[in-house]
Structures are given as structure tokens and as C-alpha cells.
């Protein structure tokens, strides 16, 4: 065989490996998605989010709003998987020496 015709068997050995991936890929049945989207995982009315909305609607204001900073101070412990740290309970000022 001269190169000429095994270029061209070459050729028509791909162009049918060709047509024989397509028609599979055609047929083949597109499955259903396996996990849920992580829209679905997330809670219907999340405080927390609802919150960072306003936050973000009040815009430069939201800098000097106590309860914005209270929301991203939340946020960035929830990403980061802190613990919220416990508020301890206001004590009286009481005189020392009794």
C-alpha cells in the first residue's frame, strides 16, 4: 500500500469511529440529577440572610449601623465556623469591701 491509500483508510476509519460516538452519544438518556441544588438546601426565611439584604440596601450607611455590623459579624463566624461567643450576663456593681 502506498501512503496515499492508507492516509485515506486512515480517514474513513475515523470519520466511522466519528458517526459511531455521535449516534451513542444521541441516544443515551440524560439522567435525572442525583443531589438536590443548594438552593433547595437552604431554609425558606433565613434571618440572617434577610438581614444582610438590608444591610446591603442601606449602603454607605450600613458602616455606622450597629445592627449591620452585628449581621457581618455573623456571617464571617458562620463562614468561618466559629462559635458565637456567649454574652455574660451583666452583674451588678457591687462594693468589694463589705
Known sequence: MDGKMLAR?????FVAVAVTATA??????????????????????DPLRESQRRCQ?????????TECLRVWAETRDRFLGHAPTPVAPATPATPEGR
Open 24 to 45: 451513542i452519544e444521541m441516544t443515551r438518556k440524560q439522567d435525572a440529577p442525583a443531589s438536590p441544588s443548594a438552593r433547595q438546601l437552604q431554609p425558606e426565611g
Open 57 to 65: 440596601q442601606l449602603g454607605q450607611q450600613a458602616a455606622s449601623d
Open 9 to 13: 483508510l486512515g480517514a474513513i476509519v
